[in-house]
C-alpha cells in the first residue's frame, strides 16, 4: 500500500503533465492503432478489452513522454556542461594571458645580465647550473628564492666573464654560487618563450655568457 501511494504521489505531483498527456494521447492512440498491436483476451467482453486497450496505449504514451523528457534533459545537461567547461576554459586562457603579462613586466625590469643569465639556463634546459664569483650575487636584486634556486658552489673550476664596460675579463671560479631556475618558475618562462617568442615585452640584448 505505501507502494503504490509513493507511485501515485510521483505520477501526481512530478509528473502530472506527461500523465495528462498520456491520458489525451493515449486514448487518441487507440482509435488510430489497429486492433492486431493490442491486448485482446477472448474471454473478455468488447468494451472489458477496449478499456485493456486504452490502459494499454496510455502507458505506452506515458513511457514515450518519459523518455523524450530524459532526452531532452540529458541534452540539457551536456549543452549546459559545455557551456561551464567553455567558460571554465575562457577564464584560464584570462588568467593565462595575465600571468604571461605579469612576467613580462617584471622582466622588463631586469638588466642586460639577469635576462641573460636566466636565457642561459633556459638555453641549457635548467639541467646544468649557472655559476658566477661569491662577491657578485648582492649585486644582483633578481636572485631572490621565488625565482631562483642557489646553493654553495665548490668545483674543479668554471669559466667567467666579467663585463667593465667594452671591457670583459675571464677568471675561473672554484668557489662561489651555482643557479638554477626554481622547477614553476622555469616551466613557466619556457611556456613564454615558446608561445610568445619573447620574454620581454621590449627587444633585449644578450650578454655572451661562456660556461
Request: hydrophobic content about 40%; proline content about 2%; glycine content about 4%.
Amino acid at each position: 500500500m505505501n507502494f503504490l501511494t509513493k507511485v501515485f504521489e510521483l505520477l501526481f505531483t512530478r509528473h502530472w503533465v506527461a500523465l495528462l498527456l498520456s491520458l489525451v494521447l493515449g486514448v487518441k492512440l487507440y482509435t488510430v492503432l489497429p486492433i492486431v498491436l493490442l491486448i485482446n483476451i477472448s474471454t473478455l467482453s468488447a468494451n472489458t478489452n477496449m478499456i485493456i486497450g486504452c490502459i494499454e496505449c496510455v502507458i505506452i504514451t506515458y513511457l514515450a513522454i518519459c523518455l523524450i523528457d530524459y532526452m531532452i534533459e540529458k541534452g540539457r545537461q551536456r549543452l549546459d556542461n559545455y557551456k561551464d567547461q567553455k567558460k571554465r576554459q575562457k577564464s584560464l586562457e584570462a588568467d593565462r594571458i595575465k600571468q604571461i603579462e605579469k612576467w613580462k613586466s617584471e622582466i622588463d625590469g631586469w638588466n642586460d645580465y639577469e635576462y641573460s643569465v636566466v636565457m642561459w639556463l633556459l638555453r641549457h634546459e635548467n639541467k646544468v647550473p649557472f655559476v658566477q664569483p661569491r662577491e657578485e650575487i648582492f649585486e644582483r636584486y633578481m636572485y631572490s628564492e621565488e625565482i631562483l634556486d642557489r646553493a654553495e658552489y665548490h668545483g674543479e673550476g668554471r669559466k667567467w666573464i666579467n663585463y667593465i664596460g667594452d671591457e670583459k675579463e675571464s677568471m675561473t671560479i672554484k668557489n662561489g654560487f651555482q643557479f638554477l631556475l626554481k622547477p614553476d618558475v622555469y616551466t613557466w618562462l619556457k611556456y613564454i618563450l615558446e608561445t610568445t617568442g619573447s620574454l620581454s615585452h621590449f627587444e633585449r640584448y644578450e650578454i655572451e655568457l661562456e660556461q
